[in-house]
């Protein structure tokens, strides 16, 4: 991942919790939800032509493929800054969070 150009505003540590993508990383993010809401729109249209299953199961495949690389993307990022931030605050709960987080990613 390039290394982003951000604020040093904080990730949460007080008042309302944002992240802080540089413009390019929230491009970035953006466009591949955008083309993965587009595969599931795609897909909605194949099961409404009875297309057959093992078809519509390869495609959706590829979009759990493409939101499992969103989510490798974001993590990335929030393991980079806000994570790393947090640490040099002296806020250690971030890492029971990332944690937490990762186990709901890898279900």
């Known amino acids: 991942m390039e290394t982003d150009n951000h604020s040093h505003e904080s990730c949460g540590v007080s008042g309302e919790r944002k992240s802080h993508h540089s413009d390019k990383t929230k491009s970035n993010l953006i466009s591949r939800l955008n083309r993965i809401e587009g595969q599931i729109r795609g897909v909605k249209g194949l099961i409404e032509k009875d297309t057959y299953c093992d078809d519509v199961l390869n495609q959706i495949s590829s979009i759990q493929s493409a939101l499992n ?5 974001l993590l990335e990022h929030h ?5 790393i931030e947090r640490i040099q605050e002296g806020d250690d709960e971030v890492i029971s969070e990332l944690l937490i987080t990762m186990n709901k990613l890898m279900k």
């Open 69 to 73: 690389g969103v989510g490798k993307l």
């Open 79 to 83: 393991m980079k800054s806000c994570v």
